[in-house]
């Protein structure tokens, strides 16, 4: 009979989001995770199976518990388009796209599940979207929008603010004919 686990598996997979949105998954290695995570190798394979399995854990953790949460507060708030600007776009707004981003740009294109993860919460983050544009969320605003709100936050995560660009965008949506 083996030990128990040592460990709250949530909490690891958590932590292991943070990890994972500030390396990327090629960027980290199973010994990045038993360091940083506090659990011993034999676990983190009895557990999740491999590194790829935690981090399927972790990214679906990450977009059920952050993720989606924003994206309905977003499209019920009163002012969808401010909401998308204060949460996403402003210079104090917090880095919650970032693991997203780095699973659209590292892992979906070699990874169906995790396409199939990213797809899924895009199309609530264009339903989103659509709510501050006031269109459809396959209507060609709502997609350029919400890339450009992606894009930005892609670039805040270099250092580069948006300068502006983000209220200049909604402005531009705004004075739409």
Known sequence: MGRPRAFDEAQVVAAAVTLFASRAYDGISVDDLVTHLGVHRNSLYKTFGSKRGLYLAALRWY??????????QVAANPDPTRALYDRFLADDA?????LLLIAMIERAPVDAEVADEVTSVLREFDD???AGV???ATAPLTRAASAAILGLRLRARIGEHADGAGPALFDRIDARP
């Open 134 to 136: 006031g269109g459809d």
């Open 63 to 72: 977009l059920e518990h952050q993720v989606r949460p924003l994206l309905h």
């Open 128 to 130: 989103a979207t659509a």
């Open 94 to 98: 917090t880095p919650d796209l970032d």
